[in-house]
C-alpha cells in the first residue's frame, strides 16, 4: 500500500508453548482508523504491545511511519502514544494537573496552553480544575486518551476504549475519536463492540486463532458475496416469482442493491460466539 502508516508482515508471537499470533499480516493507511476486532484472549492487546515496542514479535516484520518496529524502537516511541485497557490517570489530581504533568515528562514547552486547548479537545475544559477523583469513567478515559496525546504522536493505540463506559460516554469517545481522526492522527483501535468497529473504523481486521482471518471496510465485511437484493414490483404471487424472473413478464425492477448482513452475524459466522454485540 503506498501511504501506509503500519505495514505489519507475519508477525507471529508465542508465550511458552502457546503460540498467540501465527503469521499476522495487515496494512494501515495514513490518518485511517483501523480497528482490530477479536474475541477475549485473540492476541489484539499482544499486537498492539509489539507496535508500541512494548514486547518483541518472535518473527515477521513490522514498519511504522518507514521505520521498524524493532529495529527503531526508540524512534518509533517518539511517534506513537498508547492508551491502554486501564487508565494512567493521577486520582489526586485536577485534570489540567494531569496534563500539565504529562506535557512536562514530553519536554513541551508551552504544557499549560498545550493542556488548555487539549481540555478544550475532549471536552473538559468546564471541569478542567476538579480532581479526578470526582470524574466518571468516561471523563477519565477522555482525559487518559488527551494525556497520550501531549507528544503530538502521529500514531495513537487505543486498546479497548469504551469498553466498561456506559452508552453516553461511549459516545462521546466515538466523536473525539472521530475528531482525532479528522486532524491526521493514524488511529489503532481494538475493541470487543461490533458497533464500535462499524461507527469508526475505515477497515476493520478480524483476528482469530493467531492470523487475520477477514478484513475490508465495514460495507465490505457485511456484503454477502455474489448476493443481489432485487426488488421488483408485480401484481403476480411469489410463487410465480421463479417463473416470472425467467420470462421477466409483468416485472418492474425498483432497485438492485448488494445484500448484506449484520457484522454481528458475519463475525459470529467467522468466530463463533464470544464478542458482545
Ligand atoms: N505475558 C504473558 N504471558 C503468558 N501469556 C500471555 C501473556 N500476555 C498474554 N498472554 C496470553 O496471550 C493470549 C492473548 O492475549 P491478549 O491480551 O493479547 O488478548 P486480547 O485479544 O487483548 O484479549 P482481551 O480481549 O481479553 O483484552 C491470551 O491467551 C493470554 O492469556
Ligand atoms: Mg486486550
Redesign the pocket.
Known sequence: MRNATISVHGIAKS??K?A?LKGVDFEIAKGSVFCLL??????????VRILATLIKADGGEAILCGLNVHKQAAQVRRLISLTG?YTAVDELLTARENLIMTAKLFHVKDSKNVAAELLQKINLADVADKKVSQFSGGMRRRLDIAMSLTGDPAVLFLD?PTTGLDPQSRIEMWSMIRELSRSGVTIFL?T?YLEEAEQLADKIAILHEGKIIKEGTPEQLKTVENTLLLTVKTSKEKADVSKMMNGLDDVELLSVERQSERLEDVFLRLVGSGVEK
Open positions: 508465550y511458552g502457546t498467540v477479536g474475541s477475549n484472549g485473540a492476541g489484539k492487546t499482544t499486537i485497557q479497548e481494538t470487543q
